[in-house]
């Protein structure tokens, strides 16, 4: 038992080492991870902790903070980089899969034993090797906050159900805390939802209520949460009717909800969410439904590995696995990281289907399956590495530019819009122009300092225009960059004699949306 302990520690540590290395290789892609770094790097900035800025002067209200603290608070004492954007989502991370441990371990009949240490590194290892699990340990994201108050909420009951120490009753409030400061109200229902259907279904309401300091414990809570909400609507009013309001009720039930401020919706087919879910268990997922099939094909006894206290433990599980996706079942607004709170409780669960491996020898089937995903990471990563081109970053263009003579990233201009990767990598300096003021620019005459222009590619009129000026200097998946210089005084009289006769609508929209 004592090799079989050794080997699930040292694939878990070499699972973490792992995500915390490729966290450092690759750079940040639009959108999603560096629109959020470039907001804790504001906030480190300026030092303003109590409202998130999604640029200089605008506010954004779509999330609150405690990512955005944690991120900052990174940046501060590590430097800006991705690698310290990246850290507190594997941190939050490594403590999910302590709790997913400790779960699992007070679930066993012997929880002092080798055995129930042996089921929670089993347990804890599924969990770390699924494929959201894995891929959220080191991004820039909200997600990983909220998993955390979630999984600590119902770990603490389900401890606390199966005889642990007080301690977790407490913890149960400071996880609510967690997920109101990482997500908002949405903690309360993908915790409440499993917690009521356990307590309808076993009317263990007395039970429920002995268990936890409900009283004192929500005076912690709202001690912990509430400040930073009445502060936030104090500074920017009207935060508190769009983060409720439109961030918790027409995000889900409007698909096509206009209100979104940051981004765009996303409409899929009502019920996708069990398909996400699917996705981001993989493959344990599938694993675990195919043996869980055969077992009851060949009317093989369920292992007896539970040992439940209170009556429905088990189901308590089980739905804290699934109120994820229930909840977003009708909802076309989705995300597949939605379903990352569930993917905990999900590992706990699979672990109890696989009983021989935790007595014996790992099989070759069980380590081919825990390294799929690690592997699969790791070979994506080393090819990025190698094809960073393949990548919607602007890290190495904007480098680029900054080693260009006299040039800054403040010299940086993309026609439209910046994307996220420009401002976050240029430190905010990165611009964003209308292609009419670069056309009066030229036009003019009126360009007095040397202008690194990015231009979609998709944007092949301006293309055209711009080569017949000068040949770009630079490429990547998304742009050409061309350096436009002080005009010797041709230049803008060959450019406006072109644009009168090359049939470019100077007046037509070339912003396109970012995905």
């Known amino acids: 038992m004592t090799r079989n302990i050794n080997t699930l520690l040292w694939l878990l540590f070499a699972v973490l080492a792992a995500r915390l290395g490729l966290a450092a290789i690759l750079p940040l892609a639009d959108t999603t991870e560096p629109r959020y770094a470039e907001i804790a790097r504001i906030m480190a900035h300026t030092g303003d902790w109590i409202t998130p800025w999604f640029d200089y002067g605008v506010p954004f209200w779509g999330k609150p903070p405690l990512s955005f603290w944690a991120q900052a608070l990174s940046f501060k004492l590590l430097g800006v980089s991705e690698f310290a954007g990246r850290l507190p989502s594997w941190l939050a991370n490594v403590i999910i899969v302590y709790l997913v441990f400790t779960l699992r371990r007070y679930l066993h009949p012997e929880r002092d034993s080798q055995a129930a240490t042996s089921a ?96 004192r414990g929500s005076l912690l809570m709202m001690a912990i949460a509430a400040p930073w909400y009445v502060l936030a609507e104090l500074k920017t009013p009207g935060f508190l009717d769009y983060f409720i309001v439109g961030e918790h009720i027409k995000r889900f039930l409007v698909s096509s909800w206009q209100g979104d401020l940051y981004g765009n919706a996303h409409e899929f087919t009502r019920g996708t969410i069990w398909l996400y879910l699917v996705a ?148 905010g300096d990165a611009h964003a122009i209308a292609q009419e003021d670069v056309i009066d620019r030229i036009e003019s005459g009126n360009l007095h300092e040397p202008m690194a222009l990015a231009v979609e590619k998709g944007n092949t009129a301006m293309i055209r225009r711009l080569e017949d000026l000068t040949r770009p200097i630079e490429e990547n998946r998304r742009y050409r960059l061309f350096l436009l210089k002080p005009s010797s005084g041709n230049t803008a009289t060959s450019f406006q004699e072109k644009s009168k006769t090359g049939g470019i609508d100077y007046n037509a929209s070339n912003d396109h949306p970012l995905s």
């Not at 602007?394 to 080693?403: F, K, N, P």
């Open 120 to 215: 929670g590194l089993w347990a804890a290892l599924i969990y770390a090797t699924t494929a959201l699990g894995f891929l959220t340990a080191g991004t820039v994201m909200t997600d990983s906050f909220l998993a955390l108050g979630s999984t600590l909420v119902l770990t603490s009951l389900v401890v606390r159900l199966q005889g642990g120490p007080m301690v977790w009753g407490w913890l149960f409030f400071i996880g609510l805390a967690i997920g109101l400061l990482a997500k908002g109200p949405l903690i309360l229902v993908l915790t409440g939802l499993p917690v009521f259907l356990w307590v309808a279904t076993t009317r263990r309401w007395l039970v429920l209520w002995q268990q936890l300091p409900w009283l």
């Open 280 to 427: 981001a268990s993989f493959p344990w997922g599938l694993i675990a439904i195919v043996a869980f099939g055969v077992s009851r094909w060949r009317r093989q006894p369920a292992p007896q590995q539970w040992q439940p206290v209170e009556k429905g433990v088990g189901g308590l599980v089980l739905a804290s696995a699934l109120s994820p996706a229930v909840f977003f079942t009708l909802s076309g607004n989705i995300l597949w990281t939605y379903v990352l709170p569930g993917l905990p409780f999900l590992a706990v669960l699979a672990s109890s289907l696989w009983p021989r491996e935790l007595s014996g020898r790992m099989p070759a089937s069980s380590l081919a399956a825990v390294l799929t995903i690690p592997m699969m990471g790791i070979a994506a990563a080393g090819w990025l590495t190698l094809h960073p081109e393949q990548l919607k970053t602007e890290r190495d263009l904007v480098a680029q530019v900054e080693q260009l003579p006299h040039m800054s990233a403040d010299n940086l201009f993309y026609l439209g819009k910046a994307p996220f990767s420009a401002r976050f990598y240029s430190r």
